[in-house]
């Protein structure tokens, strides 16, 4: 597991949970080694009457709950929709289909977040629902996808809400678990009130902390629908500037590289680049794009002509980032340090 000092990891609480299970702890382990620290892990939280075994959180997706079982083959007796048999050190036992457990979880779940105003809306189509998905996985930790076939948990479960031994593997296990929430819905980012509420009730003794950031000396803020929306207003400005200033780099910058519905921030920017016939500096073009959660970025010093901080209302603010931004828009060119975010 990262250590809590390290640049960029998840966070997880409590600070040191006590897993109950080797599969358990594997998973904890991977998602603090993969994830960002935009998501927040929860290990056991109560809920009402019941403790689901990970609850995973971001204000940019939604929550996400995980029902770990370290079940061989061996265990698994015979299954059926709801219940299962599974044979156990004292003899045969009947339990409750892991998906239906996890499913009576969320259900929990958002009855609990539905109670705190802040968290649903206030009017139109979706009164009184929550503003965030929850969604839900399995987790056979010590299954893999052919074993799972073998003795039909794939027939009782559908595969969409299925983890096994094989999918842990940080990029894939990441998409695997934003889009099991993005097919239920998206999301604008939540705010920091909600964001924070969210936390408290999922972990009583959350510290809700102030990261908002510095007033820059010299920048320019434009909002726009979409993050579409803000790499075409970025791309329509450095095409005019390619024209007039064509050996000049100019630098984009984004903050996490958070999966979207579909691929990762970085991804969208380069693909909109390319398709607006943008070319980066690693394929002989002269624009840089950097992230901010890149702890090399924010220690050299580095200067462009031109500055685009994008998501900018969604940056995770820390000290570093303030400090560098602050000081890279007083060196900036008069009218070239643009921040964008979008609603």
């Known amino acids: 597991m990262k250590k809590e000092a390290d640049y960029t990891v998840a966070k997880i609480f409590p600070r040191t949970p ?23 892990i929860f290990y056991e939280p109560l809920i009402g009457d019941v403790r689901p075994d990970i609850v995973l ?12 079982k370290d079940w061989t083959s061996q265990t698994v007796k015979s299954l059926a929709p709801d219940h299962w048999v599974i044979n156990t050190q004292m003899g045969e036992k009947i339990v409750p289909s892991p998906l239906k457990q996890v499913s009576e979880y969320s259900f929990k779940l958002i009855n609990y977040f539905s109670t705190h105003k802040e968290l649903v809306h206030s009017g139109g189509n979706n009164q009184g629902k929550l503003i965030f998905p929850v969604g839900y996985l399995c987790f056979f930790s010590r299954l893999s996808a052919d074993e799972m076939d073998s ?24 998409e695997r678990i934003v889009r099991v929430i993005t ?12 964001s924070n509420k969210v936390k408290l009730l999922l972990y009583p003794e959350y510290q809700v902390q102030d990261n908002s950031q510095q007033n820059f000396t010299r920048y320019n803020l434009s909002a726009f629908p979409s993050l579409v929306d803000e790499v075409l207003f970025i791309c329509t400005e450095l095409r005019e500037w ?17 999966f979207l519905k579909k691929r990762k921030i970085s991804e969208e920017i380069k693909m909109i680049f390319e398709d607006m016939g943008l070319l980066l500096v690693s394929s002989d073009g ?27 209302k969604h940056i995770q603010w820390n000290t570093k980032k303030e400090a560098f931004l602050d000081q890279l828009s007083k060196k900036t060119p008069e009218g070239k340090f643009i921040c964008t975010y979008h609603n």
Do not use: M
């Not at 948990?153 to 296990?173: A, C, E, H, W």
């Not at 097919?183 to 909600?194: C, R, V």
């Open 57 to 68: 959180f971001s204000q940019f997706h939604g929550v996400v709950i995980i029902e770990v």
């Open 18 to 40: 006590d897993p109950r299970t080797s599969g358990e702890q594997e998973l904890i382990d991977l998602l603090c080694n993969s994830f960002d620290d935009t998501w927040n």
């Open 183 to 194: 097919d239920l819905f998206t999301i604008d980012p939540l705010s920091k009130e909600a």
């Open 242 to 258: 390619l024209r007039n200033n064509s050996n000049q780099k100019v630098v984009v910058f984004y903050d996490t590289d958070r």
């Open 286 to 312: 002269f624009i840089d794009l950097l992230s901010l959660d890149n702890e090399g970025t924010l220690e050299a010093n580095h200067e462009w002509a031109q500055v685009f901080v994008i998501d900018f």
């Open 151 to 174: 003795i039909k948990i794939t027939s009782v479960i559908p595969k969409r809400f299925l983890l096994n031994r094989q999918d842990l593997n940080g990029g894939y296990l990441i």
